[in-house]
């Protein structure tokens, strides 16, 4: 176990220091840094002025290397538009989106896992038809849209729950939604398809010829094997979801770092910029990294 | 007991038969083929120019909330006709679609196949770009470039083309593998047969049937996305009638006027809902065993 | 007599629609009384694990009993509600599969399994369970019971697993053991094993056995009672002596006479012909890299290999699942690249040759794989498949395909098969479709890769005399790579017997067989199921009405 996991964990960091060169790269994409930087009608006294002041002079390995040491300790520089520590920026606002993502997830997981179990017991049947239709329904939906129209429901018209800010947990209820129902359409297909496999198994079918009751094949035998997989998934749309934290942030006008990468996006706010997509990306990566360890716990021929 | 026992159809009639006995391949197949008339003859069947602004016709409602049939769904804050506006949006949304999810899929069938086919370090390094993807935050990175790049109709394309590679390339890798540890590859191999024609002729062949389905799940997903980020004001620039935009320009008057974004909501649901049924019934067609 | 334990009267089981026939089983009558081994045999698709997953309760959902009853113990088990008949399965009955290797839950010890069924049964205390599976781990002959226990199932061997079912079947003494083909993906010495259990549990047990199975040498080795089923119809029961020794119904007759004998039909001299093919050396060793803990490791797959196949000559090469012999093809055909040793045919090297030259060099030697199912392309029709081989090697496709309907009326098929897809035909048909197209480019070797094992008795015999005839019709060098020890009898002049990645004995056929000298070639043939039932000849017993 100890050989599977110290193999992900080094490409985990690999793929941590790719992302963090394309992070970095994102300066050289529109051109010249210190031309961006110094906004038209520039003279090229000024720009070289702070093409020196930046660093941008120096060889580009160089600078990859300085701004990676500095990132490493936390350091992302000054937003340019926020006029603070990039740092400090996110931090603060990292929690909504946070509560945000594990919220989702466990949303996706609530609604998507018993789905697909329910539709596996009978496959083909009224149930199962049910919860595919469903499934295609929502991921035919587009969240933005979906966020919408749950304002113009449940705010507008029911005034039942607020429709922005996170004052009170009332302000995460349709977030949670929006967020979480994308996810689930997948985890409930994966639940299923495992789900059936497994039940068609020749080793379900021992358990049934050793009289073990039928709750119980389902619940230890079956579910045990078919979860194995959509723990796999479940990390990747924790993942997909903090950068679908944009989309939902902004509908419903939440602070959260989702909304922070938009406004940096929209205001050319580059470190910003860099710092949200090397964060996210590492998110993403730990996640990953996480549902490994938690399926070599759960499957033992991972172990050996 | 005598029974004449029946020839089983070749492969290419059985799917045939299975087609046309799928209701939601049929159904979702004819509203795709209705989008698909209707954005390409927009010039021909658009009541209006869809950029013509008119302000004495400011927020005229559909005919079923009082309006007239000069403008049948309304027109927009702007004065501009909505039903207009939707039929040439069709061709935005059908266009992105189309050319993203294509050149994902070359770019994922290229990477897919060979590191599934070749294995070792063909396929380590194929695992370690999928992986890099897919920790890259797809929104995060199109808004970002799109910023960086501008936003012309053509970058959009671009740049969700080369990021939705992902999926082709993972189920491409796994397909190709079992095809690969088929004996009828080694027996080719035995025959003679070089290495291109046994992908050509042997792998390919036997990795459509996933390749086509992926290819309709990222049309869609190309499609959400593109509303996505014209929506968030970094997709496709006004005022080009993308649904995503007309849904983002709607924004304002949620309150007072909702059929604004109700309007171009639905075709954009209409056409990816149909898409993802087109990609179902295409998985149940070709791989019925799949379903059960 | 005693009283029956299981009783089934005019049993019938519906296919769902759209089947090539209405029923699985039909109007199956049959006991079974303690302290018997009753054996249903039957080719495949014959209804025999029907009647046993029926009697189970263990049915597939599209299946369904129409009729008849089962008593078990007395009571019609087909008017039982679900739960009820669970509180008879792993307690009163308990079933053994064909498959050890996915019947056991991998996330689970087998320990845990096993005392599942105490669990499930009885209301034991935990310290009793384990106690009473520790001791079954020791009835079935694990070692290191403790250790077995705490195992999981990808850790133990198939035969392992197997003997972890059957004690889960015998955990609560059951008076009805169901075992349906339960040593088929076994190997010879381990199925000798289980097989010599089942025999010994008749005795301490008392339990009457029904064992579904295809291989008449098994039935020979264990049965009291044999019912055979062809179609979903039973054709003939009776006593294993009358049924084997004086089969009554043709289809019998035919499975009996299709039995491999243990000896060649015919055997040849080959010793003066000149050499076709030269192995010297061939080994393939693979490298564990070093990782945590570990230093690096070097794994022998096949050790130094070298033998001669002379023109003519059929080869067999024989081996257990694990004993080096499909690496030894693989190698030599430079389908994996070997790590030392030469390949010579014509006096050119395979081993050491050119990607590029490789190509010429393979012309002369062709292979028929195992698996009827995956070595014709499923997308491609049989014609285009066929022409592959000559067009790469430069013909024209109008002639190639000219060639393709010759070689499809010798092996016997019609021309039309041409222009259908592999779907369209079935594992006998495909296989001989599969010699056709190795012969499409006129080799002097063929290489058959366990190319009968995956087929039915009586299309493994036509698909072995297809062989025989064809090699000394076109005068072909074989060379018959098989775990099944009859067959390679039947069919060799010359055999190698092969074990854990090296050849422990080779000769003609007749001195290793009936003068073995390498103590595992012993043990091999030892464990040869039914050695004590002499085949009859078909062709002497009276003649009976069809």
Redesign the interface.
């Known amino acids: 176990m100890l050989r599977y996991l110290l193999g992900r964990l080094g490409m985990a960091a690999l793929v941590a220091l790719t992302v963090s060169v394309i992070s970095f790269g994102l300066i050289y994409m529109a051109g010249d840094p210190a031309v961006a930087l110094a906004g038209e009608n520039a003279t090229p006294e000024i720009i070289a002025q702070i093409r020196a002041q930046h660093g941008y002079d120096r060889p580009i390995a160089v600078q990859y290397l300085d701004w990676l040491a500095h990132a490493l300790r936390g350091d992302f520089g000054v937003s340019p538009y926020f006029k603070i520590e990039v740092a400090t920026l996110i931090a603060d606002r990292l929690r909504i989106t946070m509560t945000l993502g594990v919220l989702g997830i466990s949303f996706a997981l609530l609604v998507g896992v018993p789905m697909g179990v329910l539709a596996a017991m009978r496959p083909n049947s009224m149930i199962d038809r049910a919860a595919l239709f469903i499934a295609v329904v929502g991921q035919a939906i587009p969240s933005f849209w979906f966020g919408l129209i749950l304002i113009v429901l449940f705010a507008v018209n029911l005034g039942w729950l607020p429709a922005s800010g996170a004052d009170s947990w009332k302000g995460f209820v349709l977030p949670t939604i929006v967020l979480g129902y994308y996810a689930t359409p997948a985890i409930m297909r994966l639940t299923r398809t495992g789900m059936i496999e497994v039940l068609g198994s020749d080793y379900i079918r021992t358990a049934r010829a050793k009289g073990v009751p039928p709750r119980k094949i389902l619940f230890k035998h079956a579910l045990r094997n078919a979860v194995i997989p959509v723990v796999s998934l479940a990390a990747v749309q924790m993942g997909f979801m903090l950068g679908g934290s944009i989309v939902t942030e902004s509908v419903f006008a939440l602070h959260g770092a989702g909304y922070l990468a938009w406004q940096s996006i929209s205001r050319n706010d580059l470190p910003t910029m860099q710092a949200l997509i090397l964060i996210f990306s590492l998110f993403y990566i730990i996640f990953t990294f996480l549902a490994d360890a938690l399926n070599a716990w759960l499957d033992p021929r991972l172990r050996d | ?1 005598t ?1 004449t ?1 029946t ?5 290419r009639r ?1 799917m045939a038969q299975r087609a046309l006995r799928h209701r939601g391949l049929i159904l979702s197949g004819a509203v795709l083929l209705a989008i698909v008339l209707i954005a390409i003859l927009a010039p021909v069947i658009a009541p209006h120019d869809p950029y013509r602004q008119s302000l004495v016709t400011r927020l005229r409602p559909p005919v079923w909330l009082g309006g007239t049939w000069q403008y049948p769904l309304g027109t927009d804050a702007l004065g501009r006709d909505m039903l207009s506006r939707l039929i040439y949006g069709a061709r935005v949304s059908l266009m992105i679609g189309l050319i993203s999810a294509g050149v994902s899929m070359v770019i994922g069938t290229v990477l897919g196949i060979s590191a599934g086919y070749f294995g070792g370090r063909v396929d380590s390094f194929v ?2 770009l999928i ?2 993807r ?8 199109a ?3 799109v ?3 501008g936003g012309s109709l053509l970058i959009v394309t671009m740049v969700m083309g080369l990021l939705l590679w992902d999926r082709f390339a993972v189920v491409l890798r796994a397909a190709t593998m079992q095809v690969r540890s ?3 590859i ?9 290495q291109p ?1 046994i992908l050509w ?2 792998v390919l ?2 990795v ?1 049937s996933h390749l086509i389905v992926i290819l309709t799940l990222e049309m ?1 997903h190309a499609i ?1 996305l593109e ?2 980020l014209s ?4 997709g496709v620039q006004p005022p080009t009638p993308s649904w ?1 935009l007309m ?1 983002s320009e709607g ?1 304002e008057l ?2 007072f006027d ?1 059929w604004l ?2 309007i171009p ?1 639905v075709a ?2 209409l056409l ?2 149909s898409i ?2 087109f990609g ?1 019934g295409i998985r149940d067609v070709t791989a019925p065993e799949g ?2 | 007599m005693a009283a029956p334990i299981l009783s089934i009267t005019d049993l019938t089981v519906d296919l769902p629609r759209g089947g090539d026939r209405p029923h699985a089983v039909e109007g199956l009558s049959l006991e079974v009384a303690p302290g018997e081994i009753v054996c249903i045999v039957g080719e495949s698709g014959s209804g025999k694990s029907i009647t046993s997953f029926a009697t189970m309760s263990l049915l597939p959902r599209s299946l369904k009993v129409s009729s008849g009853r089962i008593l078990f113990e007395g009571r019609d088990i087909l008017t039982l509600s679900e739960s009820e008949h669970a509180k008879l399965r792993g307690h009163r009955m308990a079933m053994i599969f064909q498959e050890p290797m996915t019947a056991l839950n991998p996330c689970y010890t087998v320990g845990d399994q096993i005392e599942e069924v105490f669990l499930s049964h009885t209301d034991m205390p935990k310290a009793e369970r384990k106690a009473k599976t520790i001791a079954l781990l020791e009835e079935v002959r694990m070692p290191d019971p403790p250790r077995i226990h705490a195992s999981y199932p990808h850790q133990l061997s198939g035969g392992q697993r197997q003997r972890i079912v059957i004690a889960m079947a015998l955990a609560l003494n059951p008076s009805l053991l169901i075992a349906d083909e339960p040593t088929t993906a076994l190997d010879v010495t381990t199925q000798a094993q289980i097989l010599a259990m089942f025999r010994d549990l008749r005795k301490t047990r008392g339990a009457g056995i029904m064992l579904v199975t295809h291989d008449f040498d098994v039935v020979a080795e264990v049965a009291d009672k044999v019912v055979v089923m062809q179609k979903g119809r039973v054709v003939e029961q009776g006593t294993a002596e009358e049924v084997l020794n004086r089969p009554r119904h043709p289809y019998t007759r035919q499975l009996i006479d299709a039995v491999p004998r243990r000896q060649a039909e015919v055997t040849q001299d080959v010793s003066g012909r000149p050499v076709v093919l030269r192995v010297e050396g061939l080994e393939k060793i693979y490298r564990v890299p070093a990782s945590f803990g570990r230093a690096a490791r070097e794994v022998a797959a096949l050790k130094p290999a070298s033998f001669e196949l002379r023109e003519g000559e059929t080869l067999g090469i024989v081996g257990e699942s694990g004993s080096g012999k499909t690496t030894l093809v693989r190698a030599m055909l430079r389908l994996i690249d070997p790590s030392g040793g030469q390949v010579f045919v014509d006096g050119r090297d395979i081993a050491s040759a050119q990607r590029s030259s490789l190509r010429s060099l393979r012309r002369d030697i062709q292979i028929v794989f195992q698996d009827p199912y995956g070595s014709l392309n499923p997308r491609r029709t049989i014609g285009d498949q066929l022409v592959e081989g000559p067009v790469n090697f430069g013909m024209s496709r109008s002639e190639a395909m000219k060639r393709a309907r010759e070689l499809v009326r010798i092996v016997r098929l019609e021309e039309e098969a041409l222009s259908r897809y592999p779907n369209q035909f079935s594992g006998g048909q495909r296989q001989r479709l599969c010699i056709a197209r190795a012969l499409m480019v006129e080799p002097k070797i063929l290489v058959a890769d366990e190319a009968v094992s995956a087929l039915d008795v009586s299309v493994q015999k036509e698909v072995l005399r297809l062989l025989a005839e064809i090699r000394d019709r076109m005068g072909l060098s074989m060379l018959f790579i098989t775990h099944d020890l009859r067959v390679a009898a039947q069919v060799s002049d010359h055999v190698i017997v092969m074990s854990k990645g090296e050849i422990v004995e080779r000769g003609p056929i007749a001195q290793v067989f009936n003068d073995p000298q390498h103590a595992y070639t012993r043990q091999l043939l030892a464990a040869m199921p039914g050695q004590g039932w002499e085949v009859p000849d078909i062709s002497t017993l009276p003649p009976v009405s069809a």
């Not at chain 2, 020839?7 to 492969?11: D, F, I, K, R």
């Not at chain 2, 080694?186 to 070089?194: I, K």
């Not at chain 2, 929506?231 to 970094?234: D, K, N, V």
């Open positions: 007991m029974m026992r020839l089983p159809l070749s492969p059985q695992q370690y992986n890099v897919l920790a890259m935050p797809v929104i995060l990175v808004l970002a470039a910023s960086l790049l088929m004996e009828y080694a027996a080719a191999d035995m025959l003679g047969a070089t024609r002729k042997d062949p036997n459509m869609a959400i509303a996505g929506f968030l004001g970094l995503g849904i924004k949620l309150l909702s974004i109700m909501g954009l649901f990816v809902f993802n049924m179902d379903r059960n």
